[in-house]
């Protein structure tokens, strides 16, 4: 990066906060500072619940994904369509009829307080973690790739969210989310169209695609019954179903983005839009994905991209080895690469010859970068994340103009800070309104449960800074995030469809049930290693299941809550 | 809720969502014809 990158960078991650601090700076009531106002329209809201979803990671990561596996990923999403109508339907009109800050304050009128204080918690517990880590996965890239300081970067993203988060509430999360997520898809169309412009002159876009479908990258709808099979068009919508009704319903940072403004009419439309831009905005940026795999069949990448890691295995004294690696992968490419030249002018038998040996040498390359990955591990720099997190930042940094660089590490700045200040907005909201205000002061001002608010969510910043300063300890960080959130969703969505769907459920036994679905999906989690997508169905079932029997069995006489109207 | 929001038009919304998933169902028929066109 030189002076004009930073000068890009700077500018774009300091510009928007200071936007939303000159447009949102006063003394509001409790209720603008939770729910912001009525300026806050259904395009504000669309592009704030998009921003919020789309943590940096999505755009580390997901390019680098197609990168490696193709574009099969995008089925993951086909069930957030359906959850979010679902959501429009059931969750929002209650929410909004209520006039309830937090998701959980429902549960409290629905049932009872002990509920409120479960789900609360649950929430707390799982999303302060995880902003942490949404903190962290960036930096650690970041800083291992642009050589600095890891706890520098961690303060850079960190810092600034706290302070603008804390200062403006709800409106400025919003209202700065909509400028970051027009800066991200900016930067990612940039990012796409220069990939496109780069690829060799005699193949067209069409031939390009036509390339990139032979090597088996652009699969994007798979019909197959199979249970190996990763992705496929049940699996996605199925299980994609259940997440996005968990993470849509029951998280605070995706309710408070969609109850902000308090308009129902605004809520169901930036939703709405979601459900349909969702989609292709994934696709394109997997499609980003094989356009840098298309790049790099022409421009010689890197045996590893994680460099920093593969630097430190030289020094450790497996340079031989790793330079014995590098030859065999040379002479790889440039025999894949001059068989995909020859492609164009090639007949349609030779064609059928060229794209079998152009397979053979990826599935060759392919085995040469595995075996890179296991002497670095060997040498004890085994990375904390995948390689092909670093694809994408590898391509920015090594193929794109100045100026374009300084912006797509904003694009990464800009996509921590949005999806952070969501989470700790959320936090900060659901610690003063679900705990604070009922069990400390219950009686105090408006002004009082404001400052209240702000000194939490200052708290819960410096918790994430905190969790993200030690997260070096977790392996595998980004699928860390995701097992989280897996662990924690189902049995707080349990706790909603109980009160939507089981009107004779009371309180005691939905708590009863949520505490019991939760200890045995912690139980689950570390005692066996099945798939954690099944801790959501796993959690939420249970409580479906057991809150009915408990009611039926122990608690026929509970006076705790019956359901309102 | 705002004026904006009064009355509550249900049949309103249920063409709304209708229209939500024919688009989506549109964009999975694209994704499947490209994916025919290039695998």
């Known amino acids: 990066m030189n002076r004009l990158d930073y000068i890009v960078l700077f500018a774009t991650i300091l510009a928007i906060p200071l936007y939303g601090i000159w447009r949102t700076y006063g003394h509001p009531n409790l209720r603008h500072y939770l729910k912001g106002d009525h300026s806050i329209r259904w395009g504000t809201i669309g592009l704030s619940v998009m921003a919020t979803q789309a943590g940096p990671i999505t755009f580390l990561s997901m390019p680098g994904q197609a990168y490696e596996s193709g574009i099969g990923f995008i089925q993951n999403y086909f069930g957030q369509p359906f959850a979010l109508i679902v959501v429009c339907a059931i969750f929002v009109p209650i929410y909004q009829r209520l006039r309830v800050f937090t998701a959980y304050e ?28 949404t903190i962290y ?35 400025i999360v919003s209202l700065t989310q909509r400028y970051q997520i027009l800066v991200i898809l900016i930067g990612m169309a940039l990012a796409f169209g220069i990939a496109v412009h780069r690829l060799p002159e005699d193949f067209s876009f069409s031939a390009a695609l036509s390339m990139a479908g032979k090597m088996g990258k652009l699969e994007a709808v798979d019909f197959s019954i199979d249970p190996s099979r990763r992705y496929t068009i049940w699996s996605g919508i199925l299980g994609g179903f259940f997440l996005s009704l968990s993470y849509f319903g029951a998280d605070q940072s995706q309710v408070q983005r969609y109850l902000a403004g308090g308009s129902l009419r605004a809520s169901r439309i930036g939703l709405l839009f979601n459900a349909i831009v969702k989609v292709p905005m994934q696709f394109l940026i997997l499609l980003l994905g094989v356009m840098i795999f298309l790049f790099y069949q022409f421009e010689k990448p890197p045996l590893f991209f994680n460099q920093p890691s593969y630097q430190r295995a030289i020094e450790n004294g497996h340079g031989p080895q790793l330079s014995a690696l590098q030859t065999q992968f040379d002479d790889v490419f440039t025999r894949k690469r001059d068989a995909l030249q020859a492609m164009p002018k090639a007949s349609a038998a030779e064609s059928e010859t060229l794209t079998a040996q152009v397979r053979d040498f990826e599935a060759q390359a392919r085995s040469i970068r595995d075996n890179t990955k296991k002497i670095l591990i060997e040498a004890g720099a085994n990375p904390k994340s995948k390689d092909s997190d670093y694809v994408f930042i590898t391509f920015v940094l090594d193929h794109l ?5 300084g912006l797509l590490v904003a694009v990464i700045f800009c996509a921590t800070m949005s999806a952070t200040s969501a989470v700790l907005n959320a936090l900060g909201s659901t610690s003063a309104i679900d705990f604070y205000r009922p069990l400390l002061r219950p009686k105090a001002t408006d002004h009082h449960y404001v400052v209240a608010t702000r000194w939490l969510t200052l708290a819960w910043g410096l918790v994430a800074i905190a969790v993200a300063s030690f997260a070096s300890l977790v392996e595998n960080l980004i699928e860390a995030g995701n097992i989280l959130g897996s662990v924690f969703y189902g049995s707080i969505l349990g706790l909603f469809l109980v009160a939507f769907f089981l009107r004779g459920v009371r309180g005691s036994a939905v708590f009863y049930a949520g505490l019991i679905a939760q200890t045995l999906v912690l139980a689950l989690f570390f005692t066996s290693n099945i798939g954690y997508l099944w801790y959501n169905v796993i959690g939420c079932g249970g409580v479906l299941l057991i809150a009915p029997i408990l009611q039926q069995l122990l608690f026929r006489n509970d006076p705790s809550g019956p359901a309102p109207a | 809720m705002s004026e904006q929001d009064r009355p509550p038009v249900f049949g309103t919304w249920r063409k709304a969502y209708a229209c939500a998933i024919v688009l989506f169902a549109i964009e999975v028929a694209l994704l499947y014809a490209f994916t025919l066109r290039f695998s």
């Open chain 1, 106 to 133: 429902y549960l409290g009128q629905r049932f009872d307080q002990k509920t409120r204080l479960l789900g609360a918690f649950l929430f707390l517990v799982q999303r302060g973690i995880a902003g942490g880590i």
């Open chain 1, 401 to 405: 103009p100045h100026g374009v660089v």
């Open chain 1, 137 to 171: 996965a960036p930096a650690i890239i970041l800083s291992a790739v642009l050589g600095w300081d890891l706890n520098l970067t961690i303060w850079l993203a960190g810092g600034f969210v706290i302070a603008y988060t804390v200062v403006g509430g709800t409106k």
